[in-house]
């Protein structure tokens, strides 16, 4: 049921929509000064909502800063959090925009700054398909090449929850001992790491995929809305939401 509810609550959770809620409702109200009111709180949130600068002030708050390992750090393991592939059609996976993920995971591994990688995701649709995104992702690096012994997969979880619990038993299975890597998105970060401690797994984060706050400020960021601001607001309205959530559940 909470993994139904989730998914319901992003739809409630979009700026857009509050903009059009608040334009429909100043369309039909026969009251001019409340009418008024309407719009101009749909047109304030537009604004809002759009404006970059005031978007990159708030996710460079909530972001998690990159972790850089010094060169004698060494772990046992990276968790990987999927998120970062989906599939077509023809039932084929494919990386997304969040492929950061992936690729900051085989470079620990490349490099050796871990010894085996913890790919931990299934599929996290509200009417799932055969394909299994942890499976999938092994695939990609059985063709670039890596061992099967360094590549640990946990392949049921549907969300950041799930991921943590069914991970725990995967690394207590494989005598790996902590501290943990965890690698996701910064965005996704904050309430990873608090997940994953809670669940009583010593991790340090490793941020990826970062959205905001490496760019110059030119006009256009103050004054020109951007309508792709809409969509990077949801994702982190729905980090922030899932994070008071999981912190008052205890």
Not at 39 to 53: E, G, K, Q, R, Y
């Amino acid at each position: 049921m909470y993994f139904i509810l989730s998914k319901i609550l992003l739809f409630l959770l979009s700026p857009i929509s509050w903009v059009f809620i608040l334009l429909l409702i100043s369309l039909i109200a026969k009251d001019r000064k409340r009418k008024r009111r309407f719009l101009i709180a749909a047109t304030v949130l537009l604004f809002i909502f759009s404006n970059t600068f005031l978007f990159d002030q708030f996710a460079t708050r909530w972001d998690i800063p990159a972790y850089h390992p010094k060169k004698s750090d060494s772990f046992s393991c990276a968790i990987l959090l999927g998120g970062f592939s989906g599939v077509d059609a023809q039932g084929k996976g494919h990386f997304t925009s969040s492929a950061d993920r992936f690729i900051q995971g085989i470079k620990l591994l490349a490099s050796h700054k871990v010894s085996h990688l913890l790919i931990t995701s299934g599929n996290g649709s509200l009417i799932p398909d055969k394909f299994r995104e942890a499976a999938w992702t092994k695939t990609q690096l059985e063709e670039l090449n890596f061992p099967d012994s360094s590549i640990l997969i946990e392949n049921n979880s549907r969300n950041t929850i799930e991921n943590a619990r069914f991970s725990k038993v995967t690394l207590n299975n494989s005598h790996l001992k902590g501290p943990y890597l965890l690698v996701t998105s910064a965005f996704h970060m904050r309430r990873a790491m608090m997940i994953f401690k809670k669940e009583g797994i010593d991790v340090i984060p490793y941020s990826s995929n970062f959205i905001a706050g490496h760019e110059k400020y030119y006009f256009d960021s103050f004054f020109i809305p951007q309508p792709e601001n809409f969509i990077l607001w949801n994702i982190y309205l729905k980090e922030v939401v899932g994070y008071a959530v999981n912190y008052f559940n205890g």
